[in-house]
């Protein structure tokens, strides 16, 4: 468990599999006792980071057959791995920030990334903007943290829109992420590269938000997270 009803799964990374900071990966059951109509398989974005040992994927857990299955596997089952996958990865300009933009469980692209990043010591400016309801909902939110210390060229500004009955308190940035919270730490808005993922409400939102703003499309990148 890395956060409330959020689960972290590591698997063996096979020999000679590779793949970049932010891409994707499709996970099948095989065998599994239960299905529903989306099947025995499901497509994860890759939270390691390429430099670490193993696979991990993070994911809310709901009351799906596949997560039935997935959170009561024994140590040392197998799965299918398809991939890698996706292009949501850093660009490689590195005269331009990049500016990420989480909602929950979107934040796995962008802890794979910054964790890359930091590894490898890129000069790359990166700001991760991460909005979460409460800080019992924000996964892997010490840990970055800890990147934001080791890495001068990172910024993380993490914002809860809905504290009301959290467990733990917050000091931090409230609200939800608009024009005014990026012109706040950005200031000019139209010369960053966007990475957006979330739910695709959130997604929808901050691509209005940014074309207002004159950020156009192509410097606009995106991933939904449905069904999480």
Request: net charge negative; glycine share 8%; hydrophobic share 40%.
């Amino acid at each position: 468990m890395i956060a409330e009803q959020t689960m972290a799964f590591h698997f063996e990374k096979p020999s000679g599999f590779e793949y970049k900071a932010g891409q994707f990966i499709r996970l099948t059951l095989i065998e599994p006792p239960e299905t529903d109509d989306e099947g025995k398989g499901r497509t994860f974005t890759l939270a390691s980071a390429p430099y670490e040992e193993d696979l991990m994927v993070a994911t809310r857990i709901r009351p799906t057959a596949f997560k039935r299955v997935l959170t009561t596997m024994p140590l040392g089952a197998e799965v299918t791995l398809g991939g890698p996958f996706g292009s949501f990865v850093l660009h490689d300009d590195a005269a331009r920030p990049a500016v990420f933009l989480a909602g929950g469980i979107g934040i796995t692209p962008f802890r794979s990334i910054v964790s890359q990043a930091t590894k490898s010591k890129l000069p790359h400016h990166l700001l991760l903007f991460y909005s979460n309801h409460r800080t019992d909902d924000a996964a892997f939110l010490d840990e970055i943290k800890e990147l934001e210390e080791e890495n001068p060229n990172f910024s993380l500004i993490a914002t809860m829109t809905e504290m009301k009955g959290s467990n733990h308190p917050w000091r931090g940035e409230t609200g939800h992420v608009d024009k005014k919270m990026l012109a706040r730490f950005i200031g000019n808005l139209i010369g960053p590269i966007y990475y957006a993922a979330g739910p695709p409400a959130m997604v929808t939102a901050m691509r209005e938000m940014l074309n207002n703003a004159g950020a156009s499309e192509d410097v606009i990148r995106f991933e939904e997270f449905s069904g999480y």
